[in-house]
């Protein structure tokens, strides 16, 4: 370090004690003197100071105090010679950790090996390795060392330990964290299990009954038909009108006996996705008209109040306009049924956005329960105790379609009556345009 000749002959900031030649006012000293005079005094204000502004780290204290207290400490961490070790108290501890039956008998096998009558070992080096090997299992390596070590003689805990029980600790938290995350997600697996177990249940209780209902739904139409074709053979007096009655019975049974062979069929076919969807141009209007007028065939038209409004109706579609009807005429058809209003009613109402078109199919009737509001779009279900009821399958059936349809049906509580809502894609809507745009190309 080159200093300047201002400093040499003046001193550091013109201070003339501080001249290297002279520091502090020795004159006559060697230069070496001087410059480690300066140097030591330099490193030792610096020290002093740093010391006092800043705070040792934990690790940088432990690491002290071992400096500070070296003769206190054994140089050997994982030696037992010396120290007098009290078996019984050794005992107490390992019946706590261990276990008395398993402490008992790791005692009794050291005190056998060592010939010495009792339960009760020598403490030697040896077995206090095999006592602490066996507590390691349960505390970890470093605790049981520090824990032995306060018995055989009350020696203290060097930082080493302290460091070891410190890192042993952390891990304890990290595995009982992650034991934490695996028992949740083992509880969270366990109630899917259970959830995915009633539902098997429920659904099984739905079969039974479903096939119990078919059972029944194709009993009852071919014991007609057999009764009544064995009438016409077997009787030889009858009047015409007695033939044309029994043969109409018949018939009504046989019709009875296709459609439900033809929605079993057609829920198959749905279900397996081998159905092929006709796409084809129409009115909402007259699709909606249409519907109505087959829900009423057969049926007493004043019977139900049917609500519409015309204008919401002017609406072009492009979709399955066959099975779109299916859809209608059974949520026609089942309030129809059901509603067990003094003057039934129904309402449709139709609504559309840029998104979607929605279909409102709502009766006045009592509704259906909260309970059954999630079975009754399942194929195996059938709520409620009407004698009108068929086999169950057509509301299965209307969400089948409206799926392969791109859309949905939902049931809408809080309607003060049976509510269900079709929900069809815009990609259905504005069906006159693209079918002007196909017959342009």
């Known amino acids: 370090v080159f200093l300047p000749e201002t400093v040499v002959q003046f001193g550091l900031f013109g201070l003339d004690w501080l001249r290297p030649q002279a520091l502090f006012g020795f004159e006559g000293l060697d230069p070496l003197v001087h410059a480690v005079l300066l140097s030591m005094s330099i490193n030792t204000l610096v020290f002093v100071l740093v010391s006092l502004i800043t705070l040792p780290s934990p690790l940088e204290q432990l690491q002290g105090a071992q400096f500070v207290n070296v003769y206190q400490h054994s140089t050997q961490q994982k030696s037992w010679s010396g120290g007098v070790a009290q078996s019984e108290d050794l005992m107490v501890m ?83 964290s992650e034991l934490e995350i695996k028992s949740q997600e083992l509880a969270l697996t366990a109630l899917q299990l259970r959830n995915a177990n009633a539902k098997l249940t429920q659904l099984s209780v739905q079969k039974d009954a479903f096939l119990s209902q078919i059972s029944h739904e194709l009993r009852t139409p071919m014991s007609s038909i057999r009764a009544f074709s064995e009438i016409l053979r077997g009787v030889e007096v009858l009047s015409p009108q007695e033939q044309v009655r029994y043969a109409s019975i018949i018939q009504e049974e046989t019709i009875r006996l296709t459609r439900l062979l033809d929605d ?36 007493d ?135 002007d745009m196909s017959s342009t190309d």
């Not at 006709?278 to 009115?283: E, K, Q």
């Not at 509301?395 to 791109?406: D, F, G, H, K, T």
Request: glycine share 10%.
């Open 301 to 435: 038209a004043a019977a139900m109040q049917i609500h519409r409004n015309s204008a919401d109706e002017r609406i072009w579609l492009y979709t399955d306009l066959d099975r779109l009807n299916q859809v209608f005429l059974n949520l026609i058809v089942n309030a129809h049924k059901y509603c067990d209003a003094a003057e039934p009613k129904l309402q449709i109402i139709v609504r559309q956005s840029a998104q979607q078109l929605t279909i409102d199919f709502i009766d006045n009737g009592t509704g259906i329960s909260y309970e059954n509001q999630n079975l009754i779009f399942e194929k195996f279900s059938r709520i409620g105790g009407h004698k009108s009821g068929g086999a169950g399958l057509g509301l299965a059936i209307s969400r089948e379609i409206l799926q392969r349809l791109q859309g949905d049906v939902i049931y809408l509580p809080g309607q003060n009556g049976a509510a269900f809502r079709i929900r069809l894609p815009e990609s259905v809507i504005g069906g006159a345009a693209r079918a």
């Open 94 to 176: 390992a019946q706590r950790i261990l276990g008395a039956s398993e402490a008992q008998a790791l005692f009794q096998s050291a005190a056998t090996r060592q010939g010495v009558s009792g339960y009760l070992p020598e403490p030697s080096e040896e077995f206090l390795a095999e006592l602490e090997r066996e507590m390691a299992g349960s505390v970890g390596a470093a605790t049981a060392h520090a824990m032995v070590g306060q018995i055989i003689g009350g020696t203290p805990v060097s930082v080493h330990d302290l460091m070891a029980v410190a890192d042993e600790t952390a891990q304890m938290k990290v595995y009982s």
């Open 264 to 299: 079993l069929l057609d829920l198959s076919v749905l279900e397996n996705g081998q159905v092929s969807l006709n796409l084809s141009t129409g009115s909402l209007s007259d699709l909606m008209d249409h519907s109505v007028a087959m829900a009423r065939v057969g049926r």
